[in-house]
């Protein structure tokens, strides 16, 4: 009889264990190897409704640009705007001949001729301002001046395999059309190899070593590489088979030199010539005078962009901008250590804090969850930006990366967090309001067993029953 006492409690004592939510999330097989750091806390009590390793810094993917996006709201404000500069230099005669050149001078804009903010048809606004200007015709060159950037572009602590594609574009003083180019394909039968009809936008220069294979999959899964600045690319990979045109995207290796190009075109479709051909090379540093003073939109929607899409290029592009609070030129080390600075002045634990680039593409890169939801404290509470920050969010079951987590569930339309997704990384950080109450998360997961989708589902779990016991 107290043989069977003694089972009787160890089976009641492994049914409770096995209920907690937490012990249920990390005990999975597919999360009980994992790297793992996990804090959820209740706004305003400072209540830990769960914890696991909150301080162990993890690769936070695309979690990282919480904190671009925050630092960039709070050293620049919702209502900044990036400029670009149309100046020239030279002497400008009655007849309206320019003898000198006509210089774009970047201001590290994300949105110039992007899809996703902002007007790409802008062109025809620059034409109308040379003309106001009086210049009927130029002697000399459209220069393309990017050096408010340094000449880096691409981070050096990205993976060889992402460099050239779309998402891992170059950070430049001048971006355009969101440093992307669609390379359209046509593929043939299973074996052969795809056939290249066109790039969009046309960039002439550009070549490629084409080893992609049509196969029998239904997705994309080609790959370009590419180093910075080069025209030449390498593709492997494959497509589906059997297609009249099929789209892969890539980056644009000079966004600043085409934009000159593409400047130079309108200018002569308008009736302005120009003596020579454009450049993004600044020969000599010249007195010049400001034409054109071309804004982008604020802050708050490019930030907006940012999150709610995971738009790895705005986030660069913010990033490198920020080491120019107190840097003569945007480097990447130069923004990690405004960000540090400014973060260890609000006392957050930047020990806990590796970072290398803005967007979170780098597998250096490495957060905790304490300092995520320390981030997302100060944001809410503290921040004159709160609103801001907090609309930049996708919302579960509704908005971009979290269009389809939590939906149908009791959470749709209740979290709003930025998530993070590389091989082998998911993450999500951010806040969930139930019940006349907010909620701070993070939830870090690296190196986990099983597939990313799979383990999406046990983190809605595990954030489903932390919401049951929370009220």
């Not at 264990?17 to 249920?24: G, I, V």
């Not at 997961?445 to 383990?455: D, I, M, Q, R, W």
């Given at each position: 009889m107290k043989i069977k006492l003694i089972v009787l409690s160890l089976l009641l004592s492994t049914s409770l264990?096995?209920?907690?939510?937490?012990?249920?999330f990390i005990n999975n097989p597919m999360i009980q190897n994992a790297n793992v750091s996990l804090l959820v806390k209740e706004l305003g009590t400072n209540k830990i409704i769960s914890q696991?390793?909150?301080?162990?810094?993890?690769?936070?993917?695309?979690?990282?640009?919480?904190?671009?996006?925050a630092?960039?709201?709070?050293?620049l404000g919702p209502s900044f705007c990036f400029q670009t500069k149309l100046e020239i230099d030279g002497t400008l005669n009655a007849s309206g001949v320019l003898n000198g050149n006509l210089y774009i001078y970047g201001g590290g804009d994300p949105t110039l001729g992007s899809e996703k903010v902002g007007n790409p048809n802008f062109l025809p606004q620059w034409v109308e301002a040379v003309k106001k200007a009086g210049i009927k015709k130029i002697n000399g060159q459209i220069v393309a001046d990017g050096t408010l950037f340094d000449e880096e572009g691409v981070n050096p602590k990205w993976t060889w395999e992402d460099i050239g594609n779309y998402?891992?574009?170059g950070a430049y003083g001048i971006s355009y059309m969101d440093n992307m180019y669609r390379l359209v394909l046509r593929s043939g039968l299973i074996g052969t190899t795809p056939e290249i009809l066109r790039t969009e936008p046309e960039i002439a220069s550009l070549t490629f070593d084409n080893h992609l294979t049509s196969t029998e999959i239904d997705s994309d899964s080609a790959y370009f590489y590419g180093a910075p600045k080069?025209?030449?690319?390498?593709?492997?990979g494959e497509i589906p088979a059997n297609r009249m045109e099929f789209v892969i995207k890539g980056d644009i290796p000079n966004p600043s030199l085409l934009l000159a190009e593409h400047f130079q075109n309108a200018l002569k479709q308008a009736g302005i010539s120009v003596s020579e051909q454009p450049s993004d090379i600044v020969k000599r540093v010249t007195e010049r005078k400001l034409i054109h003073l071309h804004n982008s939109p604020p802050l708050s929607e490019i930030i907006a962009e940012t999150n709610v899409h995971?738009?790895?290029?705005?986030?660069?592009?913010?990033?490198?901008?920020?080491?120019?609070?107190?840097?003569?030129?945007?480097?990447?080390n130069g923004a990690i250590r405004e960000i540090r600075s400014f973060w260890k002045e609000k006392q957050l634990p930047i020990n806990q804090l590796f970072m290398y680039d803005g967007c979170g593409l780098s597998p250096l890169d490495a957060v905790s969850s304490n300092f995520f939801v320390e981030l997302l404290t100060y944001m809410k509470t503290k921040s004159s930006s709160s609103e801001a920050f907090f609309n930049s969010l996708p919302i579960s079951g509704?908005?971009?990366?979290?269009?389809?987590?939590?939906?149908?569930t009791p959470l749709q339309g209740k979290v709003h967090a930025k998530s993070g997704t590389i091989s082998g990384v998911k993450c999500y950080a951010g806040y969930i309001e139930l019940n006349n109450k907010t909620y701070v998360f993070?939830?870090?997961?690296?190196?986990?067993?099983?597939?990313?989708?799979?383990?999406t589902r046990k983190m809605e779990e595990f954030l489903l029953q932390i919401s049951n016991t929370a009220k």
């Open positions: 264990f096995a209920s907690n939510p937490l012990d249920d696991y390793r909150p301080n162990n810094s993890t690769i936070p993917a695309s979690t990282m640009k919480l904190v671009t996006t630092t960039a709201l709070e050293l998402y891992a574009a080069s025209n030449h690319r390498i593709i492997r995971s738009n790895n290029g705005y986030a660069e592009e913010i990033f490198r901008y920020l080491a120019l609070k107190s840097n003569p030129l945007a480097t990447s509704k908005t971009g990366t979290l269009t389809h987590f939590l939906s149908k993070s939830i870090l997961l690296n190196h986990f067993n099983g597939t990313s989708k799979a383990v």
